[in-house]
């Protein structure tokens, strides 16, 4: 599979030679949407915690007598029935989100991911992406001047002054090749390696 290798200004300089089992590999949406659920769903934590009626501080009194109201019968206040009652299934703060995804699965969604941004035009590669300093304007500037807006940044090694320009940037994100998620490579319009983060996806992947 030949990547499209471009320069400063976004122009296609020559293409690279990559990994067919990495870039070219069949889209299989069943495995991706697995695997970007999965990955959405293993980064919850259980936060929220809601009351049953046990631990609703309301009278256990009998609100009327069972007959002779015309009412209907009615044994706590607490009950889920009522405004102001218990849950009926309440939320725990130890609920676990958690799905299981094999290694073997999360390679091959992540190929699968890659292979189709490769055809989609949506993934480019660069020899080196760096910033003379850590200024926002001019990782600003360099990624217009590439054509690019909405970008996620894929680099071998994260280099302090591109990763503190980009933190200030909504539509860019600057991470290592190793961390590269799934949900992430999905959501960004474009993906932009370096030449040396091609090599270590490759190493991880193909």
């Known amino acids: 599979m030949d990547l499209k290798l471009i320069n400063d200004q976004g122009e296609a300089t020559a293409t690279l030679a990559a990994s067919d089992a990495l870039f070219a590999r069949e889209y299989n949406e069943g495995l991706v949407h697995q695997v970007v659920t999965g990955f959405l769903a293993n980064a919850r934590s259980g936060q929220r915690a809601q009351k049953g009626r046990s631990e609703i501080a309301k009278s256990t009194r009998k609100p009327w007598r069972q007959k002779g109201t015309g009412r209907a019968r009615a044994g706590m206040a607490s009950s889920p029935l009522w405004r102001g009652g218990g849950k009926i299934f309440p939320s725990s703060p130890d609920e676990n989100f958690t799905h299981k995804v094999n290694r073997k699965m999360y390679r091959a969604g992540l190929s699968s991911i890659f292979s189709q941004l490769a055809r989609e035009g949506r993934l480019s590669v660069v020899d080196d992406l760096k910033v003379e300093a850590p ?22 090694d994260l280099d302090d002054n591109l990763y503190l320009s980009s933190r200030n940037l909504p539509n860019v994100l600057v991470v290592e090749a190793r961390r590269a998620d799934p949900y992430n490579l999905v959501r960004f319009g474009h993906v932009l390696l370096t030449r040396d983060a091609v090599k270590q996806l490759e190493e991880m992947l193909a």
């Open 135 to 156: 200024k926002t304007k001019l990782l600003a500037q360099k990624l217009k001047g590439m054509g690019f807006e909405d970008v996620m940044v894929l680099t071998h």
